[in-house]
């Protein structure tokens, strides 16, 4: 099993950023494909990031590609992604996840953490 949490979010002025960051116990992260959802209020939940267990390839959904940037670091079990430029529309609870499939399969993750709050004030 793997347990993940996620922390950083917060309330943010459009124009701002904020780092979050999702830590693993359980289990190392450096056998799992990381990958980053969110979901806004009223919409499913959709894929914003992921990076490959080794850290060298990257994968981005268009909402927010040029405006973040997944990163990770498997000696601290962490994973972080970067938000740049946020806008109004970036606001929903985000989730980190750990899938054992391939990077660009967005379909199927295993664990999940229990989300944080990002919120964009325009």
């Known amino acids: 099993q793997v347990q993940l949490v996620e922390s950083g979010g917060g309330l943010v002025q459009a124009g701002g950023s904020l780092r979050l960051s999702c830590t693993a116990s359980?289990?190392?992260?450096?056998?799992?494909?990381m990958g980053w959802f969110r979901q806004a209020p009223g919409k499913e939940r959709e894929f914003v990031a992921a990076i490959s267990w080794g850290g060298y390839r990257t994968y981005y959904a268009d909402p927010l590609k040029g405006r973040s940037t997944i990163s990770r670091d498997n000696a601290k079990n962490t994973v972080i992604l970067q938000l740049n430029s946020l806008e109004s529309e970036d606001t929903a609870v985000y989730y980190c996840?750990?899938?054992?499939?391939?990077?660009?399969?967005?379909?199927?993750?295993?664990?999940w953490g229990q989300g944080t709050q990002v919120t964009v004030s325009s």
């Open positions: 359980g289990r190392t992260l450096s056998s799992y494909v």
């Open positions: 996840a750990a899938s054992k499939y391939d990077l660009g399969d967005v379909e199927r993750y295993d664990y």
